[in-house]
């Protein structure tokens, strides 16, 4: 995902955050598995354990992975999902 994607979804569950709480700190939960996916690439390299980085790398797919799930639960009328429209 893009950067400006990832902002736009965050704005919209920081401005709707009091209506949907449970969606606001799933959301924080997302961006911290993709923060630490790219923070932890660098220490994986440099001290040598390629073995932890699938794990970093499932974090940096996180949101993406996230927002494609939700895409397809809220097509099968499962979820309503108010802003699966800010997601390109």
Not at 4 to 9: F, K, M, S
Not at 63 to 82: E, F, K, N, S, T
């Amino acid at each position: 995902m893009r950067l400006d994607e990832l902002e736009r979804i965050k704005r919209w569950h920081a401005a709707h955050r009091q209506e949907h709480p449970l969606e606001y700190q799933l959301w924080d939960g997302v961006l911290t598995a993709w923060l630490m996916g790219w923070v932890g690439c660098m220490p994986v390299v440099i001290m040598q354990t390629l073995w932890l980085l699938p794990a970093c790398l499932v974090g940096i797919w996180t949101p993406g992975l996230y927002v494609r799930w939700r895409q397809r639960v809220h097509a099968a009328h499962r979820v309503r999902c108010d802003w699966i429209d800010l997601a390109d």
